[in-house]
């Protein structure tokens, strides 16, 4: 399937490259969101089993000795990249913000995008009423001077959102970074489109369920989203019946 909406970036990742552990590996999966914790566990069991799997598949003989196939993006920078993403698409926050997205983002699954932003905006020394009131937030609000600086002049529109969508819109790009990842590292492996959030997305919608190749999807949200932060999610498989009749 070669299909435009996912074409991303052009970095090259090879598809051994994408055997390396990654800074955020520790947590692969647990970042899914709307799973219970039982659930969870499954698929890091699931997961961990793929990469244990590789791994003893490597020692024997690697079956990609050769394979050229290379991600469209950067698997060693998308935490970076998908910041970036986050604050240039949606304007909502300076550049200059980007060190407090990148600390607070791993807290986003465990605790909830709203209450991190929350958390970071309730912490450190908080704006005088005038000022909150510039920002039209009520005087009981929260909003640190830190967070305040961090507003771009659109941000200022949105001060209580503008941290939580570029914080969800960045976390869900590396999850669905994660999950390209594991899948290209299996020689059958396939990722399918999910999002239980397809609101006013005609292209989420369109593609609901559809199997993606590894190699061609892009993590980043579809330029043709017109949600803030795109609620797309990618469930990985593998076609492990194509991969017993291979070792056949
Ligand atoms: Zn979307």
């Not at 052009?10 to 219970?36: E, I, M």
């Not at 050769?66 to 949606?90: C, R, S, T």
């Not at 791993?106 to 991190?116: D, I, L, N, S, Y």
């Not at 005609?202 to 949200?221: R, T």
């Amino acid at each position: 399937m070669n299909c435009p909406l996912w074409a991303g970036g052009n970095f090259a990742a090879t598809r051994k490259a994408s055997h390396r552990s990654y800074p955020w590996q520790n947590d692969l999966f647990v970042s899914v969101s709307g799973q219970s914790t039982r659930e969870v566990a499954m698929f890091k069991a699931f997961l961990d089993s793929l990469l244990n799997a590789k791994k003893h598949a490597e020692h024997a003989a690697d079956p990609f000795t050769g394979v050229k196939e290379v991600l469209n993006f950067n698997p060693d920078n998308i935490v970076n990249d998908a910041i970036d993403e986050a604050i240039e698409h949606l304007g909502l926050l300076k550049p200059s913000a980007k060190p407090s997205i990148q600390a607070l983002i791993p807290r986003c699954m465990a605790e909830g995008f709203k209450a991190v932003s929350l958390s970071h905006r309730k912490d450190g020394e908080q704006l005088s009423k005038e000022e909150k009131k510039a920002l039209r937030i009520r005087s009981n609000g929260f909003m640190s001077k830190t967070a305040a600086s961090e507003l771009s002049e659109t941000g200022r529109l949105k001060p209580l959102e503008a941290h939580f969508l570029t914080l969800w819109r960045a976390d869900f790009t590396i999850d669905r970074a994660k999950s390209i990842v594991a899948a290209s590292s299996q020689e059958f492996g396939c990722i399918n489109q999910l999002g239980g959030h397809r609101d006013g997305c005609a292209l989420c919608a369109e593609n609901y369920d559809k199997a993606i190749d590894p190699f061609k999807a892009s993590p980043f949200p579809p330029v043709e989203c017109p949600n803030a932060a795109c609620g797309m999610m990618f469930r990985v498989s593998v076609d492990w019946v194509a991969v017993h009749k291979k070792q056949r």
